[in-house]
């Protein structure tokens, strides 16, 4: 007698007997009624009872009581996400247990690991098999990092004949961004030069998204007074 247990809630259990002889020779009667030969399938947990009789002798008979356990199978959990950058496909997840035999993800992936570093910003499902053939799911959304880093890549304060200049540089992000400077007139540029000293703020946006924004503030100096000094000192003496 080959019996397979029911995963939990699957309704999966089997009950295969092997006789001797032809067996078409013997009538099968099961209690409950699940089937009416050698074999029973997509049983739930319980208890069955087969009565197995010759054809040509009703005296001749074999009663059979098999249980079909049921086999809960270990939840499926996250155990840490990483958003999505504006870079897109570089969300993180971690899943435990790592031992499932196989993972079958919402858009379509299957991988026999329970960790995935190449997710877009969305909401998930993933159905891990075990062994057992029992199956496990959970879901999971991956968000957006909606953080854009800014460099200063050069700062230079103004001086007599030049006025001062800010170079930044964003990372992180699509590519595309808007700058908008705190001074009136001024241009939607990563580069800003002739500038007067004073303080300068900055808000870049990504175009793809306009939650995604850093904003920061830089002095321009006025280098031009130590100069001024200088020649001053020279003239008196």
């Not at 103004?158 to 001024?186: F, K, L, N, R, V």
């Not at 000293?197 to 306009?210: A, H, K």
Request: proline fraction near 2%; aromatic fraction near 8%.
């Amino acid at each position: 007698i080959d019996v397979e247990n029911t995963c939990a809630g699957q309704n999966d259990g089997s009950i295969v007997i092997d006789i001797e002889g032809d067996e078409d020779n013997y009538r099968w009667t099961w209690s409950p009624n699940v089937s009416d030969n050698e074999s029973a399938y997509n049983l739930e947990a319980g208890i069955y009872r087969v009565t197995i009789s010759a054809k040509s002798d009703d005296n001749c008979e074999i009663i059979e009581v098999i249980e079909v356990e049921e086999i809960e199978a270990t939840p499926l959990e996250v155990t840490k996400t990483k958003d999505a950058t504006r870079e897109g496909y570089d969300g993180i997840v971690y899943l435990m247990p790592e031992d499932g035999l196989s993972y079958t993800w919402s858009d379509g992936q299957n991988t026999n690991t329970s960790f995935r570093n190449n997710l877009n910003e969305g909401s998930y499902s993933v159905t891990v098999t075990y062994e057992s053939g029992c199956v496990s799911e959970t879901s999971f959304t991956i968000g957006l990092d909606n953080t854009l880093e800014l460099s200063l890549e050069h700062l230079e304060d103004a001086g007599c004949e030049e006025g001062g200049s800010i170079e930044i540089s964003i990372s992180i992000g699509s590519g595309s961004y808007t700058y908008e400077w705190s001074d009136a007139g001024s241009q939607n540029s990563a580069v800003r030069t002739d500038l007067v000293p004073g303080i300068y703020g900055v808000t870049v946006t990504d175009l793809r998204t306009d939650v995604c924004q850093v904003s920061e503030y830089f002095e321009i100096l006025d280098d031009c007074q130590c100069e001024g000094e200088r020649i001053d000192t020279m003239i008196q003496v």
